[in-house]
């Protein structure tokens, strides 16, 4: 625990090389840990080592599969342009979300949008919103694929 709670600060500080370091280390000791794979993937995330952070991500899906660790799964394949697997993961998460997370229909929204399937799209913003009607980047996201759907 102590090499875990080390390697999420040193993430926290900016230490991402050290982060993973540290998490690598703490994984040698307790491989079945999600939340160990979880948080080295969000490190890997940072320094944009997207294959890295969508393995470690995998990792936790396996082992916990969590709404938490598929949207960051989904967040990873976003960003290294795999835009349908993305939206997968963000379907599982949405599946699993007992929370009522908003951001994760902002995220399928953000990777629907992205593909051209702005209708879709507006059905998540919508969803975020009625979830968490103060947030103004759910809104304006909104408004971006209204815009779209008029041109």
């Known amino acids: 625990m102590c090499r875990y709670n080390l390697g999420i600060n040193y993430r926290r500080l900016g230490e991402l090389q050290q982060s993973i370091v540290t998490l690598k280390d703490a994984l040698l000791l307790q491989a079945d840990k999600a939340s160990l794979h979880n948080n080295l993937g969000l490190s890997y995330f940072e ?34 342009k795999q835009t349908q697997a993305a939206i997968e993961d963000f379907e599982k998460a949405i599946q699993l979300n007992s929370s009522g997370d908003p951001t994760i229909y902002f995220n399928k929204g953000n990777a629907l949008l992205h593909m051209g399937q ?24 909104k408004g971006i694929a209204y815009e779209n759907l008029a041109s």
């Open 118 to 141: 702005v209708q879709k799209a507006i059905e998540d913003y919508n969803h975020a919103t009625k979830i968490a009607p103060q947030n103004p980047k759910y809104h304006h996201a």
């Open 47 to 80: 320094m944009e080592e997207m294959s890295e952070a969508i393995s470690a991500f995998k990792k936790a899906c396996d082992l916990e599969g969590s709404s938490v660790h598929f949207n960051n799964c989904g967040l990873a394949k976003f960003h290294d």
